[in-house]
């Protein structure tokens, strides 16, 4: 039931909290993750991985383009991430000591499968599902898997099994990290902040207000456009696939850098423009890139780190997130995205858990 809550999202939503603690639960050490969550042969195979292949949709999709930033970064292993639907109708080249990754929240997802099962005949160290629903085709057809402990999800939009699939990887990466030989200090600081990110996206789902107020400026407009750079532009994506799937908003995202190598064009003052601005090494590039839509007139809307010399002014509007471990923003500044579509899309009345013309689990191809 959705209790308290007008919708299953919002429910769904406000849930990431125990969710992401409870996909946490047992699987970390004092210093650094426990690779046996991976099954009891993961270590002696992690050993050989020397690239990953990741494959899913949507969402899912999304979750796996974060995963390529975490992996390559800090298990130094080269990632490749694919829509299911492209990968397996390709001569994919896969090279020795491939490790095949699917990501999904139902496991019944028709090309997520088939991707699955066109793997298993082909020359692959092994295969990993992430999924969060036991027991599912995907479980059950992959030699390794890990579970997200999202609980059931009722909202078509994918909200907490994403943050939850982010927390899965997040874990995937320092499993493969720690085989790998990841700098023991960086395992201990990034499982310590995955200790306190329950108690963070807590925090964060408490700007609300403040998330909601900002949502009165979209129910009329046609268009948004979203930006991020590095491991947030899938936020960006997926904060636009929110939108556009609960409000019917057209929107699209873009990393920040490919601005003025065309949507430039696109921006006016009826094109809102929301940026996801972490303090990390990418913000001064970010911040020259809002000026360019600041200059075009466009209405800029910032989640920014509450570190980061950003000032609301005429026309740039910033909401302030707690300061949060590098490896953990993009899980954090998901959060507002989700919410801000939800008001979005109550706002202009829509179905907000059931949108029009989708199915919550894609089982036809
Ligand atoms: O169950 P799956 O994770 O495999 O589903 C994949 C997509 O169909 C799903 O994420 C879809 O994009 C959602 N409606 C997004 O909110």
């Known amino acids: 039931s ?16 125990a969710v992401i603690g409870a996909t946490l639960e047992g699987r970390l050490g004092e210093r650094s993750a426990l690779v ?11 050993g050989q991985v020397r690239q990953i292949h990741i494959v899913a949709c949507g969402t899912s999709y999304h979750a796996g383009m974060v995963a390529r930033y975490w992996l390559e970064r800090y298990a130094g292993v080269p990632v490749q991430v694919e829509v299911a639907s492209e990968y397996r109708y390709r001569r994919v080249v896969v090279p020795e000591g491939t490790l095949f990754v699917t990501l999904s929240q139902s496991g019944e997802t028709a090309d997520t499968l ?12 092994a295969s990993l599902a992430i999924c969060n629903v036991p027991g599912s085709s995907l479980v059950r057809e992959s030699d390794l898997s890990l579970m997200t402990h999202a609980g059931p999800e009722i909202g078509v939009a994918s909200t907490k099994a994403f943050t939850t699939q982010l927390t899965a990887l997040l874990l995937l990466t320092l499993a493969l990290g720690r085989v790998k030989g990841l700098d023991e200090a960086v ?35 046609q268009h948004a456009l979203f930006l991020g750079r590095g491991a947030h532009f899938p936020i960006a994506l997926e904060g636009a696939l929110k939108l556009k799937e609960i409000s019917y908003i057209h ?25 996801v601005a972490p303090n990390d090494e990418l913000l001064d590039k970010l911040k020259s890139n809002l000026q360019e839509v ?8 910032v989640f920014a780190d509450e570190g980061v010399g950003l000032e ?29 579509s939800y008001h979005v899309a109550v706002l202009k009345g829509t179905d907000v858990d059931q949108p029009r013309n989708l199915a919550k689990s894609v089982t036809v191809e």
């Not at 959705?2 to 909290?17: C, D, N, P, V």
């Open 187 to 221: 395992q201990a600081e990034v499982v310590a902040a995955l200790r306190g990110l329950p108690r963070l996206v807590e925090r964060v789902l408490a700007l609300d207000p403040a998330i909601e107020a900002l949502s009165m400026a979209f129910a009329e407009k």
């Open 36 to 46: 046996e969550s991976f099954g009891p042969e993961a270590e002696a195979l992690f």
């Open 2 to 17: 959705k209790g308290e809550y007008r919708h299953f999202m919002l429910k769904e939503i406000h849930e990431q909290t």
């Open 294 to 301: 600041r200059a075009r007139g466009g209405e800029l809307f």
């Open 114 to 125: 088939a991707a699955l099962r066109f793997a298993k005949a082909g020359d692959y160290l």
């Open 312 to 340: 609301a002014s005429e026309g740039i509007r910033v909401l302030r997130l707690p300061r949060v471990h590098e490896a953990l923003a993009p899980i954090v500044y998901t959060l507002p995205l989700q919410l801000l």
């Open 251 to 275: 929107a699209e995202a873009y990393p920040a850098g490919e601005l003025k190598h065309g949507p430039l064009a696109l921006v006016d003052s009826e094109m809102p423009v929301i940026s």
